[in-house]
């Protein structure tokens, strides 16, 4: 990879073993193949061949190319922001208990909530008038669990409509939901106007029955499961994704992706839990320790889709998706996720918060529905989180494709959005090379 340009390169023995030697001289300014050549007289033809490709994807600039976007950083996060897109948590409450929940079994905080009809058509028109220019919006409906206040969820995206034609907006509708109450009217209602909907399911019945139950301690997979087989096929398997967590107890996640896949979902995203280890509450916390054992699962994963994939038995792994063609996106470099300027959460009282993982913490309320964006001062302390803010990105290769992670995540082990979450970027980095070796796999067919 040329981490600045985002050019992938395949290449045999011969070329990786003088990238390093005829990177050093290019970086003396000593570019001329000939002059590169005339240094190493011994070599033969192989190698003569070898120099010329490297020099020539030099020159193209896909190869030791410079960071063109740093020297724009500053001046980048002076810019005017938008907001574009809008997490109603439309629910504090869950029906589910799950272990592992950073939203305490839905309450984030506080105590139990529903929004009202009106606060979200005050956020609502709230984003139409922060938007700016921008005709595209997104708004998420979110928990706890979002289908225990279905009637306004139903309304919401009605007087969302309304809004669309009169200030040239197009809303984008996404819906997370853990399935429970999920019933075929309700789904007639989501697969005609939601966009993408999130089913959250962990794998296999004794991996998610451990962790995601019922205030009973009753597991959820019976239930849920035929019922998430008939939307993925409802929505003829796009639109959607069945999304997991793994933890400590199942560190072999392979298997329940595998799972997933053999039960007919085309779209799965399993992804590590975030938690701080502690031996009396969060014993299914992922250690340093565990990181040999997950960077094998992910390799064994991504062998797996390729083998799958030469069978016609396809699967898209949400963490394996990465557009390798075109390169990383350059404003997403430069502006991380947007959380706190171009994305917000709404608490079901209207209160904006940077994202769903701060909500309810105090130090990050940014304003509510009636007033707007009052701590200005924070949104602009979240303008200025980049790969160039953190000094552990520096020397990332996977940096610009992460753009920094997740900043919550960041605070919740470091307490500041400066600093990234260490075992993550772990694994992040080997999710980026799973992909990278998937993608050349695919060319090489």
Known sequence: MDINSGAIHVVDEVVYEWLPWAEALIRQGITDSGAILASCPSADLAVHSAIEEIISLYEAGMLFTADVYESYIDNFQQRTTVVKALCLHVAHDCNLACRYCFAEEGEYHGRRALMSLET????????????????????????????????TVKELVRYGRSLEEPNHKRFRFTLTTNGILLTDEILDFINAE??????????????????????????????????????????????YYVRGTYTRYNLDFTQDVLHLADMGFKQISVEPVVAVPSDMVTDYALRKEDIPVLVAEYDHLAQEMIDRSRKGQDFNFFHFMLDLDGGPCVAKRLSGCGSGTEYLAVTPGGDFYPCHQFAGQEEFLMGNVDEGITNTALREEFKACSVYSRAKCRECFARFYCSGGCAANSHRFHGTIHDVDDLGCELQRK??????????????K
Not at 203 to 231: A, L, T, W
């Open 120 to 151: 979200g058509k005050k956020a609502l028109d709230y984003l139409v008038a922060a938007s700016g220019r921008r005709v595209n919006l997104e708004v998420d409906f979110f928990g706890g669990e979002p289908l225990l206040n279905w009637e």
């Open 194 to 239: 939601i966009s993408n909907v999130v089913l959250s399911i962990d794998g296999r019945k004794e991996v998610n029955d451990r962790m995601r139950q019922h205030r009973g301690g009753q597991g959820s997979y019976d239930k849920i499961m035929p019922c998430f087989r008939k939307v993925a096929e409802s929505r003829g398997q796009k639109n």
């Open 431 to 444: 999710r980026v090379e799973c992909a990278i070796m998937i993608k050349a796999a695919q060319n090489m």
